[in-house]
Structures are given as C-alpha cells and as structure tokens.
C-alpha cells in the first residue's frame, strides 16, 4: 500500500536550508518542486503518482527526501483518525528524533 524511502523515480530531492521559506508567503507551487504544502516545522510537496496500479498521492519531506505514497483506503484512514491517535502521529519524538 505504501512505501517509504528515495523514490528512485523522484530523481534529485529539493532540499531546503532550514529557516529558509521555499516560497513567498502564501505561495502554493514552486517551480521546479510543485505543490508545497510548508509551515515553520515542516516543507512537503504533494503531487498524484499516476504511474501504480492506482493513483496514489506521492508526498515528499522537502528537508530530507524522504517520499511516502498514500492510496485511497490510508488517506481515508488519516480522515477517520480520532484526535488522540493522530496526536500520537504528530509526535516527533516517536520517530523522527531517534538518535
């Protein structure tokens, strides 16, 4: 259902200098990158793999490279999350921050 790693479709990831807006304030899509979704934690694009069996939304960590492809059933799954357990998602500590 869902992958994590390099895509090595991805070709070269964009990665950012911490601090460092990838875009002007309220811009949604940067050239070159797509669709970026960013706060002052966090630089995402969001773009649809149309390439697998199905269309699945290819999201990528703009700081690390990492790529995620969600299908349709987990997207509906982060929908139906009740907020304690996407609480315990957000948490970086629990995965992100491990030495």
Do not use: C, K, Y
Request: aromatic share 4%; glycine share 10%; hydrophobic share 35%.
């Amino acid at each position: 259902m869902s992958d994590t790693g390099n895509d090595p479709s991805a070709g070269d990831h964009h990665a950012i200098v911490p601090g460092e807006s990838m875009s002007a304030p309220g811009r949604s899509n940067v050239p070159g990158v797509g669709p970026v979704v960013e706060s002052e934690f966090a630089s995402v694009s969001v773009s649809l793999d149309e390439d697998g069996n199905s269309v699945r939304l290819r999201l990528e960590d703009l700081r690390t490279g990492q790529v995620r492809h969600l299908d349709a059933l987990e997207l509906e799954t982060v929908i139906w999350l009740d907020e304690g357990h996407l609480t315990t998602l957000l948490d970086p500590s629990a995965d992100r921050w491990r030495g």
